[in-house]
């Protein structure tokens, strides 16, 4: 059993606490929004972004950070992306040596170009840094429906040990070592989703989307294997795993926003309709600085980054990927 604090009360933070406290651990779950903490405590049911789920009486419901990081074994940052470095910053002073902190947010910051984890790290001295990820819906964890996740850290005991702490018979956990590759798929997968989603919005087909998908994880391969991350991690579940559900769940916010962008909305008036932080707008101006920086081709995210910032067209932009110049699949292929 684990002292477990969870920083963050949306969907997967709320969805995670239920799992947790399912696992036999003592979960205590913070957020700076005190309505949110009482909604939580009266009605034990996140009303707004986890409708449904009811959640165990153990859980414990705090706005005190202090209370919820104090003697804490493991401490889950379950923020937004773009709030991981603020909420970092609130963290500091009050954590032990060697914390672990394992981050399930998804992105990459703008300003500066760094994972999650970097961010963590840059802001937090001395503390063991994880990530869990991968085609992992809150809305399915919170109602126990089978789900596979990544568990990346630095060590094999730290992998391990967090492991054991979310696997049961409906959470599956694998370990690996290549947290940079864990958080690109991650995050990258966020814009490629956006794309489908305007493809969907277009009335688009199948045929479409599965070409987003292919030619989507190749964009995302090339780019994290060109900045270091492992081409294995890439085709696996935090790679083209979590890739597939974005792109073809009616769960993802990353797809719906994009649907409404294809139907004519703008940028904003879909993230407004969608109620939620949608990841993918935050991490595509990053991604493609690192192509250029890394100076890899990425089209289709190159085309979500006109349509979200420069006023093109969704089918002007869906346009000009079909009619680019003529490429070979797999460059690496040799002609008998």
């Known amino acids: 059993m684990a002292e477990i604090g969870i920083i963050g009360a949306g969907s997967w933070g709320t969805a995670l606490s239920a799992l947790l406290c399912g696992n036999g651990h003592h979960v205590m779950v913070w957020s700076i929004v005190k309505e949110e903490i009482e909604m939580?405590?009266?009605?034990?049911?996140h009303k707004d972004k986890l409708p449904g789920v009811k959640l165990p009486p153990e859980i414990v419901f705090?706005?005190?950070?202090?209370?919820?990081?104090?003697?804490?074994?493991?401490?889950?940052?379950?923020?937004?992306?773009p709030y991981v470095r603020s909420t970092a910053k609130l963290l500091k002073g009050k954590l032990k040596e060697g914390q672990i902190i394992v981050n399930v947010a998804k992105g990459i910051e703008e300003a500066t170009l760094?994972?999650?984890?970097?961010?963590?790290?840059?802001?937090?001295?001395?503390?063991?840094?994880?990530?869990?990820?991968?085609?992992?819906?809150?809305?399915?964890?919170?109602?126990?429906?089978?789900?596979?996740?990544?568990v990346g850290a630095e060590t094999k005991k730290t992998a391990e040990y967090l492991q054991n702490i979310f696997m049961n018979q409906v959470f599956r956990v694998y370990t690996s070592p290549d947290i940079l590759g864990i958080e690109l798929g991650g995050a990258l997968k966020n814009v490629i989703a956006l794309a489908a989603g305007i493809a969907d919005g277009l009335g688009c087909g199948d045929n479409t989307k599965a070409a987003l998908i292919t030619r989507g994880i190749a964009e995302i391969t090339r780019l994290g294997t060109a900045m270091g991350g492992k081409s294995e991690t890439f085709s696996g579940l935090?790679?083209?795993?979590?890739?597939?559900?974005?792109?073809?769940?009616?769960?993802?916010?990353?797809?719906?926003?994009?649907?409404?962008?294809?139907?004519?909305?703008?940028?904003?008036?879909?993230?407004?309709?969608?109620?939620?932080?949608?990841?993918?707008?935050?991490?595509?101006?990053?991604?493609?600085?690192?192509?250029?920086?890394?100076?890899?081709?990425?089209?289709?995210i190159e085309q979500v980054n006109k349509v979200l910032f420069e006023g093109k067209s969704a089918k002007e932009a869906m346009n000009d990927l079909m009619i680019r110049d003529k490429k070979i699949e797999h460059s690496d292929l040799p002609w008998e």
């Open 40 to 45: 939580l405590q009266r009605e034990r049911e």
């Open 62 to 81: 705090t706005v005190d950070l202090e209370e919820c990081t104090a003697h804490k074994d493991i401490l889950i940052l379950a923020v937004p992306s």
């Open 238 to 300: 935090t790679g083209i795993g979590d890739l597939i559900v974005t792109c073809a769940s009616l769960h993802s916010r990353n797809r719906k926003a994009g649907m409404l962008i294809g139907k004519g909305y703008g940028m904003e008036e879909a993230m407004k309709e969608v109620k939620m932080i949608v990841e993918g707008v935050y991490s595509a101006k990053a991604a493609m600085s690192l192509a250029e920086k890394h100076q890899v081709e990425i089209p289709i």
């Open 114 to 150: 760094k994972t999650l984890s970097e961010i963590i790290k840059e802001e937090l001295k001395d503390v063991n840094v994880a990530v869990l990820s991968g085609p992992s819906h809150a809305e399915e964890v919170g109602r126990g429906i089978p789900t596979t996740c990544v």
